[in-house]
């Protein structure tokens, strides 16, 4: 396995870590979950920066349906679709880079400088908005794109130290949710802001200092390891470190990046990953678009009916990633059919509400909010299907595996608002909506049965390119036997693996 700066590392076998004491600490809140929901409140702001223009820029550009004290910006459909997508122009550049950096500047310090980056843009938008045009918001939105590609990345090094293998789902989960949670809030408040005394701008002002408190906080408060942080009890320290059962070594691995390219598991996983960031981000970005053409609400409305979904599938995220994680445990799915189980559940049950959605009349608004939270709620359980198959297929280049992938996957999110604009071309029109439904149902039923047929929870061959695995069970005196294609070794740290930010 790859540790936080680019080494090999040992890996404490389950015999070898029975033999040293594991007892929990003493207090029951530590400098663990300190750091957790300080990464949680970081990932909660990058998730609302990412969606202040969501329903924002319906105020922004219909004075009717938000406070008319403030300017009203002649921006069309096609324009607004181009600003929605102009983030993840700069979010697909900078995955793999960003892996690069966390791993060699650290990521408790390139985490933090993301946030106040985001933050500061953002703003910075009301101004750019009235006196520079649509054209400088864009570019805002490409800089925060750029600098929350490396969030993921960062997440996944500071879990990795320190979160305990025994307490790494709950922890991961707990900060991979803020995002939705994020979600939610900052729908809430931008329709309820826009249609305040306050007006529109107030949205950007108000997230983007949120955002910037939250880096400096974090920058100050969190650390990149137990290691560097000065005042944590010994015992906590001693529990996360022996739980992990992580020895590292200068030894570094070469990635085997052909091979990888050649691997056809891999392709199933960035097949069906990019349908999941096409459905995500075109319901995402079109939804307030959607609610408000089609059933003509106002903006508080169209932020409470948007950001039901969205809390609805936050809730739903503890007791699906319990309920997989037990199923595994106790024997009554291997690995990999509770990748493909949940991984269907995540993107058939959307594909089937979509359709229904489709045929939707005008004067039917409360059925149209129940199948959009059905689509977005059940989407949740794809964070365990395929959002963990990165470490199934190598846990020691699932950090390269996530920059490919979601960089490919990202482009599905830039191109998702764009060609949304194509299709619907009069968006009162309920049948050139049931258009782009019907082809989201369709990417979400193709990636899918991609990640059925060829998908797997196999370590593949190319996982271990040094071959010294078998030498290293030898000189230990234990045997590598396999269980769900999963060495022990390897599967006693299965667990250590997080969610992206699809």
């Given amino acids: 396995m790859t540790h936080a700066h680019g080494k090999r590392v040992s890996i404490i076998s389950i015999s070898e870590r029975m033999q040293i004491p594991t007892s929990k600490p003493k207090a029951w809140f530590g400098c663990r979950h300190t750091q957790a929901l300080l990464m949680a409140m970081g990932f909660f702001c990058c998730y609302a920066i990412r969606v202040t223009t969501s329903v924002t820029l319906e105020a922004m550009t219909d004075s009717s349906k938000a406070n008319p004290d403030f300017p009203e910006l002649p921006w069309n459909d096609r324009t607004k679709g181009v600003i929605q ?8 550049c900078t995955q793999i880079i960003g892996s690069i950096v966390a791993q060699r500047w650290g990521a408790h310090k390139l985490y933090s400088l993301a946030l106040f980056t985001c933050g500061s843009v953002t703003l910075l938008i009301p101004a750019l908005a009235q006196y520079c045009g649509w054209e400088a918001v864009c570019a805002s939105r490409v800089i925060a794109g750029l600098f929350q590609g490396s969030v993921l990345p960062c997440l996944h090094t500071l879990l990795s130290k320190w979160a305990p293998i025994e307490e790494r789902g709950r922890l991961s989960t707990f900060v991979y949710a803020g995002g939705w949670i994020g979600n939610v809030i900052c729908l809430l408040s931008t329709g309820l802001l826009s249609g305040s005394s306050l007006g529109w701008p107030s949205c950007f002002y108000i997230w983007g200092t949120i955002t910037v408190l939250s880096s400096i906080l974090f920058f100050t408060v969190g650390k990149e390891s137990p290691n560097e942080h000065l005042s944590i009890p010994q015992d906590e320290k001693e529990y996360i470190e022996t739980s992990l059962g992580i020895m590292e070594t200068e030894e570094k691995l070469s990635t085997p990046w052909i091979k990888i390219l050649s691997s056809r598991p891999m392709w199933a996983l960035l097949v069906t990953q990019s349908a999941q960031n096409w459905g995500f981000w075109m319901l995402l970005s079109k939804i307030p678009s959607y609610i408000g053409k089609v059933f003509n609400s106002n903006i508080e409305q169209n932020g409470m009916v948007t950001a039901l979904p969205y809390l609805t599938a936050w809730l739903l995220s503890f007791p699906v990633s319990f309920i997989s994680d037990l199923l595994i445990r106790r024997n009554v799915l291997t690995i990999q059919a509770s990748r493909k189980v949940c991984n269907t559940i995540g993107q058939w049950i959307p594909a089937v509400a979509l359709i229904a959605l489709g045929y939707v009349g005008k004067d039917h608004q409360d059925i149209a909010v129940t199948l959009l939270v059905v689509a977005v709620a059940s989407n949740v359980a794809i964070y365990c299907g395929h959002n963990v198959n990165h ?59 991609v990640f059925i047929l060829f998908g797997t929870s196999q370590i593949q061959p190319w996982n271990d390119p040094m071959e010294k695995r078998k030498d290293a069970d030898v000189n230990s005196g234990t045997e590598s036997t396999q269980e769900n294609g999963i060495p022990h070794k390897i599967k006693d740290i299965e667990n250590m693996s997080v969610d992206k930010d699809t």
Wanted: include cysteine; hydrophobic fraction near 50%; proline fraction near 6%.
């Fill in 85 to 92: 997508s102009s983030f993840f122009w700069g979010y697909v």
């Fill in 391 to 449: 470490m199934d297929l190598s846990p020691n280049f699932a950090g390269p595996l996530m920059g490919i992938t979601n960089t490919v996957a990202n482009i599905c999110s830039i191109l998702a608002p764009l060609i949304c604009d194509i299709i619907v071309t009069h968006p009162t029109n309920v049948e050139e909506w049931r258009n782009i439904f019907f082809l989201s149902s369709i990417i979400y039923f193709v990636g899918n049965s």
